[in-house]
C-alpha cells in the first residue's frame, strides 16, 4: 500500500494493488479522475461526500456517510474463512474476550490441530482482521509468536480468537 499527496491540489491517493482511494475537494477529485482516465482504462466505484448520505466499497470494507459521521464495516469474509477453518459454525459457543488463556478461564475441549501451514494461515488471517477489530489484535499478535512451531495451547488459542 502506498500513499500519495499533491499539495497544490491538496488530494490524497492510497493505492492498494489496482485500487485507488481518493481523498480531496470535489474540484480536486475530478481533476485526478480527469488525469487517470487520460492514462488508462479505469472503473469508478464511487463518491462520498460530506453531509451527503451515501455508501461506497472500499477494499471490500463498506464505508457510508451518515448524518451522524462516518460508518465502518469490516470484511466479514475473513471472519467466515477464519471460523470455518478452526471448524467453528454460527453453532458454536462465543467468547466475549479472543485473548483469554485457558489459565485465565479460557475454554478447554477438543482442540483443532492441523499442519502449521493451516496454524500460519489462520494467524494471518487474524493479524487481517485485527486491522478492523481491535479487540483482536493483541490476540492475533500473540499467536502470530508461535507460527513456526504451534502447539496445543497455541491451537487453543487461535480457536478462541475465531469464537
Known amino acids: 500500500m502506498c500513499v500519495f ?37 479505469v472503473k469508478f466505484k464511487g463518491r462520498l461526500e460530506r453531509g451527503k448520505p451515501g455508501s461506497v466499497r472500499i477494499l471490500n470494507r463498506i464505508v457510508t456517510v451518515t448524518e451522524s459521521g462516518l460508518e465502518y464495516e ?15 459454525d454460527d453453532s458454536s459457543k462465543g467468547v466475549v474476550t479472543p485473548g483469554v488463556s485457558v489459565a485465565e478461564g479460557g475454554q478447554t475441549g477438543e482442540i483443532l490441530v492441523g499442519g502449521e501451514s493451516l ?6 488471517r487474524g493479524n487481517y482482521l485485527g486491522q478492523d477489530r481491535m479487540d483482536m489484535q493483541f490476540a492475533a ?17 487461535a480457536k478462541r480468537i475465531a469464537r
Open 5 to 41: 499527496y499533491r499539495e497544490q491540489k491538496n488530494v490524497r491517493v492510497v493505492v492498494h494493488g489496482d485500487d485507488f482511494t481518493v481523498l480531496g475537494s470535489s474540484k480536486s477529485l475530478d481533476w485526478f479522475r480527469g488525469v487517470v482516465q487520460q492514462r488508462m482504462e
Open 74 to 88: 469490516a470484511d466479514q469474509r475473513h471472519a467466515d474463512i477464519l471460523m470455518r477453518d478452526m471448524g467453528i
Open 119 to 124: 496454524f500460519r494461515a489462520v494467524a494471518a
Open 141 to 157: 499478535k500473540e499467536i502470530s509468536r508461535f507460527m513456526s512451531k504451534p502447539e496445543e495451547q497455541d491451537w487453543r488459542s
